[in-house]
């Protein structure tokens, strides 16, 4: 089941009714793949994809320079993207399956990773994020966090790094393990139930089952 919001393609892998919704970004229609590994794991959930985002701008929270000599500069266009999701795709999807969620996380991979912990701050309507391989070297996201409190509807966070995603040249990069494993720190001694995750390889490896674990863990597998 898809449908069309604002351009963006939502794509709907149904559950059980009294499951919870994941609403999940994916950028290289990975969400059939994680959909398959979470019905091999029996994880009950309704899994709703959006693609379609414009990465850079829909998904970060504020304006950035460009992290690669090559790369876009990141325009911060993540709150607008926020209220797009809590005023019309939350609510169409509802429509779509015929019922509402008792409850609803975010999940992402890599800047969506860091979008699903940003959401949290923004908006009551997530019980939990999953942020797999999460883009947490963005910068000034650690002091965002610390400066501002999340949301009291969120019960259940999950981090993921890879064992390789520091070993960079890169001075920007070479943060996102220690940011990775401080932010899940903070969130845990704020009363959340958090786990932390380090998974063998680097950042372009096993999307798929990175998401899906983190997934499976966050609804109570």
Known sequence: MEFVCNDLTITIYEGEKDSPLILM????????????????????????????IKWGHDLAPWDAPANFKKGEPFTGGANEHIDLIAGRIIPEIEAAVGHGFFERYIAGYSLAGLFAMYSVYRTELFAGFVSASGSMWFPNFVEYTNEHTVSDKVRRAYFSIGDKEAKTKNPIMQTVENNTRALAEMISNRGIETKFELNAGGHFVDDDIRLAKGIAWIVGK
Do not use: Q
Not at 25 to 52: F, M, P, Q, Y
């Open 25 to 52: 970004h994916e950028d290289h229609n990975e969400g059939e793949r994680v959909w398959k590994l979470l019905a091999e794991s029996k994880c009950s959930c309704t899994l709703a994809c959006i693609s379609g």
